[in-house]
């Protein structure tokens, strides 16, 4: 789960890179409550519910905030017994209801970070759901009910086929051919994304040990490639991140998971990217004229001051 099961240990993670103590202007005003996003993550016996993001004017912006301002997030949303819905793939999925917000009067925060005074808030929550869970797991969530789901779309028949199919459409604009994919580390799906059109087809491949020759060293090819039939003529392109060469150097992206935020009857996909070595990045991926474009990426700095 890569810096999910890292952020989770709190404490355990390494020292985080943070601004200097400037005040930020804020990107909205806490007390009018707009949507928030929101990641919950975890364990059974140790689920998180973290803001990443928020709905401004129906598109989705940072959360840029003072560190008073943060205190006032954390209790205006993350008081005991609040309950908000999650979703996996596009769906509902249950709900989280918080236990313990960041910052309890006359109490220790929820966690800490070394060398870091204050660190971004997050909840300890309780999760319900009748999804199937693995031993970590992760949701979307919002801090308001989400737009409708989209209904199931049509995918191809032989779903590994078609996807390896958009991915060597990708890789042949870097001169790089079907060689180049490593069904060790390839992954093959279909995401409903929008009522009434094709599924959108997902190839992801990240070399689990992010080099040939050892952990971030030697060459790997990596990339996550969407492909989408919008015109009923096949699949063809609709995004490309792709990097082939040294591992320390690539920037390695995964689908996070999808949900519509704004309403407008496509869902936004949340992206994660990180480097070798490096603290990770937030990416939403919107649709504008057939092509799903990076609308947002927000550094996951989990530190807000250095000690």
């Known amino acids: 789960m ?26 909205f005003d806490v007390a009018t409550k707009p949507p928030l996003v929101f990641q919950a993550f975890g364990t ?16 989705v912006k940072p959360i840029e905030l003072p560190g008073a301002d943060w205190r006032r997030l954390d209790s205006a949303y993350f008081q005991p017994g609040t309950e908000y819905p999650v979703y996996r793939d596009g769906q509902p999925a249950g709900t989280v209801v918080v236990t313990r917000r960041m910052w309890e009067p006359d109490s220790e925060p929820l966690y800490e ?8 808030p997050m909840a300890a929550v309780t999760l319900k759901t009748r999804v199937a869970l693995d031993p970590a797991f992760e949701f979307l ?24 199919a958009v991915a060597v459409m990708a890789l042949r604009t870097e001169g ?3 060689a180049d994919i490593d069904t060790a580390s390839f992954s093959a799906r279909a995401i409903n994304m929008a009522g009434g059109s094709r599924a959108t087809l997902v190839a992801n491949q990240v070399d689990a040990n992010a080099g040939d020759t050892g952990p ?4 790997t090819t990596h990339f996550l490639v969407l492909g989408d039939d919008a015109d009923g003529t096949g699949y063809k392109v609709t995004y490309q991140h792709l990097e082939s060469g040294e591992a320390r150097l690539v920037e390695f992206q995964r689908l996070l998971d999808h949900l519509d935020l704004t309403g407008d ?29 990076e609308s947002l990426r927000v550094p996951q700095k989990w530190c807000l001051k250095q000690r």
């Not at 140790?46 to 709905?55: D, G, Y």
């Not at 009910?145 to 032989?158: D, H, I, L, V």
């Not at 971030?216 to 060459?219: D, F, L, P, Q, S």
């Not at 009857?265 to 474009?293: C, H, M, P, Q």
């Open 2 to 27: 890569l810096s999910i099961l890292a952020l989770a240990a709190g404490c355990d993670k390494p020292k985080q890179a943070s601004g200097d103590d400037t005040p930020v202007p804020p990107s």
């Open 44 to 59: 059974l016996d140790s689920t998180r519910l973290v803001p990443v993001a928020v709905i401004i004017n129906g598109s």
């Open 113 to 120: 970070l070394p060398g870091c005074r204050e660190a971004r």
């Open 141 to 164: 969530s919002l801090s308001v009910a989400g737009g409708s789901a989209p209904t199931k779309s049509q995918a191809p028949r032989e779903l590994d086929a078609a996807v390896r």
């Open 176 to 178: 790089l051919d079907s």
């Open 216 to 219: 971030g060293a030697g060459h």
């Open 265 to 293: 009857g496509t869902d936004e996909i949340f992206v994660e990217s990180w480097r070798y070595a490096s603290t990770n990045d937030l990416l939403v991926l919107t649709r504008s004229n057939g092509k799903w474009r």
